[in-house]
Each structure stands twice: as C-alpha cells, then as structure tokens.
C-alpha cells in the first residue's frame, strides 16, 4: 500500500522559510515532486528529483530560493522554501511514480499526498 504523508506547512512571514517533508512508504519511485495549487488556480509543478541520478528540476520562480531533496534511507522527499512571497501560498502536494517524462506534468504522477497548506504574509 502505498502512501505519501506531507507535514510542515504552516504560516510564515514574507522573507521567512518553511520546511515541508513528505514520507513516502509501500514503495521506492524514480521521481519525487511538489506542486501546489493556490485558491482558483490549477495545480503547478514547483519542483522534482530524479533520484537514479540526483537531478534537480525548478519552476523559474523559486530557483535559488526553493531547494528539493530525497533522502534514500528515510523515502522522505523536503522542501526547503527560503525568501517566501505571498505568492508562495497555496496548498503544497508532494508526487512520485516511477515513469515520468514531463516531470511538471500533473497526469504523469500516480501517487499523490494529501497536501498541507502554507500560507504567507
């Protein structure tokens, strides 16, 4: 059974950081992504690991500011949000599957959290 568990949203202060994690169990996938979805909005991709070779993928955003990581022995993907803009809000999903081609791609992803929201202001 496979599951993916976010935590670590929250509220933050323009300038300010939050850390999301997402614990993945029931599998191993190839590629790991956050998007988000702010009220009104579709779902965007923020950012993606392939974890076969450590490659790093960003929305043009929140390069530089935002950082993406998967730890191996724990499965669990973080997002390391710094510099936050109020635009940053909106509810924060973390993906997988195995057989991506766009990793931004909403439809490539079979495996979704249930999102946790942050909110800055």
């Known amino acids: 059974h496979v599951q993916l568990v976010e935590s670590g949203g929250g509220s933050a202060l323009a300038g300010g950081s939050v850390r999301l994690s997402c614990a993945a169990s029931?599998?191993?996938?190839?590629?790991y992504s956050w998007f988000r979805q702010a009220p009104r909005q579709e779902r965007e991709g923020v950012a993606a690991i392939d974890t076969g070779d450590g490659s790093t993928y960003y929305l043009n955003s929140v390069e530089g500011r935002f950082t993406i990581s998967h730890d191996n022995a724990k499965n669990t993907l973080y997002l390391q949000m710094n510099s936050l803009k109020p635009e940053n809000t909106a509810m924060y999903y973390c993906?997988?599957?195995?057989?991506?081609?766009?990793?931004?791609?909403?439809?490539?992803?079979?495996?979704w959290g249930q999102g946790t929201q942050v909110t800055v202001s």
């Open positions: 993906a997988a599957d195995t057989a991506v081609g766009n990793c931004y791609g909403v439809s490539q992803y079979n495996y």
């Open positions: 029931g599998y191993t996938f190839n590629t």
